[in-house]
């Protein structure tokens, strides 16, 4: 389905309905949270009703967007005529056991996303589920208010790195542009979301570098649930762990393992760089993602996990090595 037809079928179910849910994935990060708020901004502003759930706590950095306050963590019992699912696989990518909704509408840029709604939009050149949300808003000739252009600029700003990965082209410094014209703060967003970490994320992080390992092209390490205590850290203070691994000069694929509660289980995050595709890596053990960064859950114990993941890692920037001479 084209784009333009794609984006005209949305608003036109935002149109013929009165009530919406909207969420995003477990763990949520930037683009969850800045686009299903922007989302709940232009429904609003369309006349309707929105309620935002998510099904885990929203990181600190994430504070300053306007609307945050009215993400609730629970799904609510009234009945919504939509939902709508950001950048989700699946109904159990959200956290949620279930999502009883009259219509199911998803919204994903991930190259693993999944037709499993009534209505699917999947755009992989999207460089954020947030500027899909964008072209909504321009589409449905609201106002693009400055509380909708902060959240979308956050999604924006985390999903490409700050601008830094492979999707970012002249068309996303455009759209940078566009919302910082709307009233986007990017100061404020910029000061929150990465100048005010705890002291517990620095200190994780620490016990992360002291375990990194490398062997080629390829970088490992991991957090124990034993480290996570010394430092008095929570899950969201691993997040981004992986991204100093995978900025190590000649490594090309990179993995951060964080153990789970639930008995010897590691949550992986895999990065790479170029062509290596760590999408195909974490399907492999049943995630998803991105190309250049994607995740999944293993099985321990650590000593038999890492020679098998540091493999598929090796293969992974072999395959695209070849795919290249091809
Ligand atoms: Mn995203």
Known sequence: MMRADAIARILRIICDHETFLITSHARPDGDAIGSALGLMHLIESMGKRATVAFADRIPTMYRCLPGIERIVPDLPIELHDVAILLECDSIERTGFQAIEAGMLVNIDHHQSGRTFADFNWIDPTACAVGAMVYQLAVASGEEITPEMASCLYSAILT????????????????????????????????????????????????????????????????????????????????????????????????????????????????????????????????????????????????????????NELHLACRSACATLLA
Not at 233 to 240: Q, R
Not at 269 to 278: E, Q
Request: proline share 3%; charged share 20%; net charge negative.
């Open 159 to 310: 999903d490409t790195g700050a601008f830094t990965f492979a999707c970012t082209d002249a068309s996303t410094f455009g759209l940078a542009e566009h919302l910082l014209e709307r009233g986007a703060d990017s100061t404020a967003i910029a000061q929150s979301i990465y100048f005010s970490h705890p002291e517990s994320k620095v200190r994780i992080l620490g016990a992360a570098l002291s375990n990194l390992e490398v062997d080629g092209e390829v970088a490992w390490t991991f957090v124990t649930l034993d480290d996570m205590e010394r430092a008095n850290a929570i899950v969201e203070d691993c997040e981004g762990i992986v991204n100093y691994l995978i900025s190590i000069l000649g490594v090309r694929a990179a993995v951060f393992l964080r153990e789970i509660p639930t008995g010897d289980r590691f949550r992986l995050n895999l990065r790479s760089k170029g062509a290596v595709d760590v999408a195909e890596v974490a399907e492999r053990f049943g995630g998803g993602g991105h190309r250049n960064a994607s995740g999944c859950t293993i099985d321990g114990p650590l000593a038999q996990a890492i020679p098998v993941l540091v």
